[in-house]
C-alpha cells in the first residue's frame, strides 16, 4: 500500500474541499472558506480533484502487478458455511496444497513480465496448512529483487483463521519481520462460533484469542482483524461499531476490515445484510466509519475501520471509481498452477486464463476472453457511477454485481449505496476534524502510523 499523503495543518481547510465537484460540497465545507460561483474554493488555484469526462477513466493503461494472489491451500480446517472459496475448494473435489516450486514460479513469472508487484496475498482455503508454500513465495521474491527483476519489495500477507500456531509459524513470522498478517475473527462468541466451526463441529472463538495473544507477544503480528458481516450479527442485535469494539477489547488489534458478506454459487442460503435489511446496514456501515474518524482523531490507541485508511489513499486520486484490474493488474494463481483474473471468481474452464508453464501465457493474457466481461463491467460503472461525487470511493466489482444482479457486467445497487454512505460519513467528519487543530494532528499521525504496518486488505 502507498504511503498516504495528506498536507499538513496549515493547509488542510483548503486541501479538504475533497472533490470539488460533490453535490455535498456546499452543505459540508466550513464557512470560513468561502466558495466562488461554481462550488470550488475561492482561494484555490484549481480544485483539488477535477471531474473527469468518461472517455478520459481507464482501466487498462496502467503497468505493473497491483497484486498477486497465489492460493496456497485449496483446504481448510474451519467450515464457514459463507465462503466465497467454498472452503478452497472452488466446488471441485480437489483438496491439494500448492507446491512451493508452483508458488515460486508463480512470483518468478510476474516478476520477471511485469517489473513490479505491489502486494503477494497468499490465500486458501487456510494458508496456514501450507507453510512451505509460504517460505517458497518470500524466498522467490527476496531473489528478484535483489537481482533487480523486481523494483521494489512487494508487500507479501496473508489472511488466517488464527487456529493454527506453531513454531514453525512463530519463526517463519520471526525471521521475516516484512510477512503482514490478519486475522478472521467475526465478532464476540455469540456471532463469530454460528459459522466458523471446525471440522469437528467445535467453536472457536476462544481457541483464537489465546492463539492471537501468543502471537502478538511473540511476533508483534497480526496488526489487523478482518471481519465479515453477514446477516447473524443482525439477527443477533449486533451493530459493526460494537462487534469491532468488543474484538479490540478481546485481541487489543486497532484495525479491522469489515467485508459485507455476499453470495456465491456456493453459498446455501443469502448471507449478505445488503439484501436482507438494506437501509440497517448501510446505517451501520456509516456509523462504524464515524465512530472510528473520531476515535482516530480523539484518541492515542484508536480503533479503526480500515476503509478509513482505504478512503484516506484515495480522497487525492483523479477523480474515478475503483475500476476492477482484474486480468490486467491482478491475478490469482490456483494450486496446480492455472492463471485466473481474480481469486473471488470460481476456478472454471470457462474462466481460466491458462497454466503457469504455457508457451505464450503473456498472449492467454491479453486475449483471455473473461477480460471482455471485465471490461463490460468497467464500462457499465464508468457510465452508470463514473459520474458520481463518490466515484472514488466505490469499488467496481464484477463477483459483487453477480452475487446481486446475477449478471457480472450489471452494478450491484446496494453496494454502490453502501460506498456512497461510507463515503459521506467519511468525508463529512474529516471536514469537522479539520477545524480543531489538535484532533487533525492526531487524526493525520495516527493514520500515517498505521498505513505502513497493515496489510491490505481484501475489502477494498
Not at 496456497?72 to 472452503?87: E, G, M
Not at 512463530?170 to 464476540?188: A, E, T
Not at 462504524?288 to 484518541?299: D, E, G, N, R, V
Amino acid at each position: 500500500m502507498p504511503n498516504i499523503s495528506i498536507p499538513g495543518a496549515n493547509q488542510r481547510k483548503e486541501r479538504l474541499v475533497i472533490l470539488s465537484h460533490n453535490p455535498l460540497v456546499a452543505a459540508m465545507i466550513p464557512a470560513d472558506i468561502g466558495l466562488d460561483g461554481v462550488g470550488n474554493a475561492a482561494n484555490l488555484a484549481v480544485p483539488l480533484t477535477l471531474k473527469s469526462m468518461a472517455a478520459e477513466r481507464t482501466w487498462d493503461k496502467e503497468s505493473g502487478i497491483a497484486k498477486l494472489v497465489i492460493q496456497i491451500a485449496h483446504k481448510c480446517n474451519l467450515t464457514c458455511a459463507y465462503c466465497i472459496s467454498d472452503a478452497g475448494r472452488w466446488g471441485t473435489s480437489g483438496t491439494s496444497l500448492m507446491s512451493p516450486d508452483i508458488a515460486a514460479n508463480a512470483v518468478d513469472f510476474f516478476a520477471r513480465n511485469y517489473g513490479s508487484i505491489d502486494t503477494i496475498y497468499l490465500f486458501g482455503g487456510e494458508p496456514t496448512l501450507n507453510l512451505a508454500a509460504i517460505e517458497a513465495v518470500c524466498v522467490q521474491a527476496e531473489r528478484r529483487f535483489a537481482d533487480g527483476t523486481l523494483r521494489a519489495m512487494p508487500s507479501i500477507g496473508m489472511t488466517t483463521n488464527g487456529t493454527i500456531v506453531n513454531s514453525r509459524f512463530i519463526n517463519l513470522l520471526k525471521d521475516r519481520p516484512y510477512l503482514k498478517l490478519s486475522v478472521s475473527m467475526d465478532g464476540p462468541p455469540i456471532v463469530h462460533d454460528h459459522y466458523r466451526l471446525d471440522e469437528r463441529g467445535r467453536p472457536t472463538y476462544e481457541r483464537i484469542v489465546r492463539n492471537v495473544s501468543q502471537l502478538r507477544e511473540l511476533t508483534q503480528r497480526p496488526t489487523s482483524l478482518e471481519i465479515t458481516y453477514s446477516k447473524i450479527h443482525q439477527d443477533t442485535g449486533m451493530t459493526i461499531w460494537e462487534t469491532m469494539q468488543l474484538l479490540q477489547q478481546d485481541t487489543g488489534i486497532d484495525v479491522i476490515g469489515v467485508e459485507i458478506a455476499y453470495n456465491t454459487s456456493y453459498t446455501r442460503e443469502s448471507f449478505d445484510p445488503l439484501l436482507s435489511d438494506l437501509d440497517r446496514t448501510i446505517k451501520e456501515a456509516a456509523d462504524a466509519i464515524t465512530q472510528s474518524m473520531l476515535s482516530i482523531a480523539k484518541s492515542k490507541k484508536p480503533l479503526y475501520h480500515y476503509h478509513v485508511i482505504a478512503f484516506t489513499q484515495n480522497i487525492f486520486r483523479q477523480h474515478s471509481p475503483n475500476f476492477c484490474p482484474a486480468g490486467r493488474r491482478y491475478f490469482a494463481i490456483a494450486g496446480d498452477g492455472a492463471v485466473y483474473p481474480c481469486q473471488n471468481l470460481p476456478e472454471t474452464p470457462e474462466l481460466r486464463i491458462g497454466f503457469l508453464e504455457d508457451e505464450g501465457l503473456l498472449d492467454l493474457i491479453t486475449q483471455a476472453p473473461i477480460l471482455n466481461q471485465i471490461d463490460q463491467a468497467n464500462k457499465h460503472a464508468n457510465s452508470t457511477l463514473g459520474d458520481q461525487w463518490f466515484a472514488n470511493f466505490c469499488k467496481i466489482c464484477p463477483v459483487y454485481n453477480l452475487s446481486e444482479t446475477k449478471s457480472m457486467v450489471t452494478n450491484a445497487p446496494s453496494r454502490a449505496r453502501l460506498y456512497e454512505a461510507m463515503a459521506s460519513a467519511y468525508l463529512e467528519n474529516l471536514l469537522m476534524i479539520a477545524h480543531d487543530d489538535g484532533q487533525y494532528q492526531q487524526f493525520l499521525a495516527n493514520v500515517a502510523d498505521e498505513t505502513d504496518s497493515t496489510l491490505e486488505l481484501n475489502v477494498f
